[in-house]
Nanobody, 126 residues
């Protein structure tokens, strides 16, 4: 498994913004992509957003559409989170997909990804 490293989590108030960073091995996922997943206490891990390494194609979970933005700059993948809400509280994980990302089949499942980071905690509370 290739190691990825997340950073940028923290404690914020509702309505605040955070920018998470995922540092990935250079070119390791060049034929696939990188995604963000999250897992809240007592909940299953859920898909948040993904980006194709080449082309910049993106997809988002319905719960974060219009609030979160995923982007890539060289070996850094970012998740800009705006208008954060208490329900966004979770451990956020970065995941890499080594296999080719077929444009007609957006990867949104855990099993689509081969490498995972250890996670970064995001807590939204007043």
């Amino acid at each position: 498994q290739v190691q990825l490293q997340e950073s940028g989590g923290g404690l914020v108030q509702p309505g605040d913004s955070l920018r998470l960073t995922c540092e990935v091995p250079g070119r390791t996922f060049s034929t696939g992509g990188v995604a963000w997943f999250r897992q809240g206490v007592g909940k299953e891990r859920e898909f948040v957003a993904t980006i194709r390494w080449n082309g910049g194609n993106t997809a988002y979970a319905d719960s974060v559409k219009g609030r979160f933005t995923i982007s890539r700059d060289r070996n850094m993948v970012y998740l800009e989170m705006n208008r954060l809400q208490p329900e966004d509280t979770a451990i956020y994980y970065c995941a890499g997909k080594t296999r080719r990302w077929i444009l007609t089949n957006v990867p949104t499942g855990e099993n689509d990804y081969d490498a995972w980071g250890q996670g970064t905690q995001v807590t939204v509370s007043s």
